[in-house]
């Protein structure tokens, strides 16, 4: 009897702690840019969310575009979200989250990155004397 109680005890106190963790409020990820936030159009540039913990899904949005998202699993603390042959209306300003399989919740979203997209202008030799 004494050692089905215990089992039980500990049964129900290890389903507890799982509930626990579950309803714990994820910390807030880091959000950078690579090679810089300030990128000419039709390069390339990686924004990289890192969280605190490994194997989580991370998400990418970008602010006042709903309909933007990149989610992406990683068995490591950071994924990566890759731009290539970035476009004007690639700028503009992303954060990231993520969640973990015991929360189920997505943590608080990292701070705003602005990502700029700059146009490169030639200098015409014959007309910047003028």
Known sequence: ??????????????????????NEKL????????PSSVVEARSNVTLKCQAPSKNVTFILRKVNDSGYKQERFSTEDEAEFHFTDLKLKDAGSYFCAYK???????????EHL???????????????GR
């Open 100 to 110: 973990t399989t015991a929360s189920h919740e997505w943590s608080e979203s990292s």
């Open 27 to 34: 910390p807030k990820p880091s959000l950078h840019a690579r």
């Open 114 to 128: 602005q990502l700029v997209t700059t146009v490169a202008h030639v200098c015409n030799p014959r007309t910047s």
């Open 1 to 22: 009897m004494t050692t089905e109680f215990l089992s039980l005890l500990c049964l129900g106190l290890c389903l507890g702690y799982e509930d626990e963790k579950k």
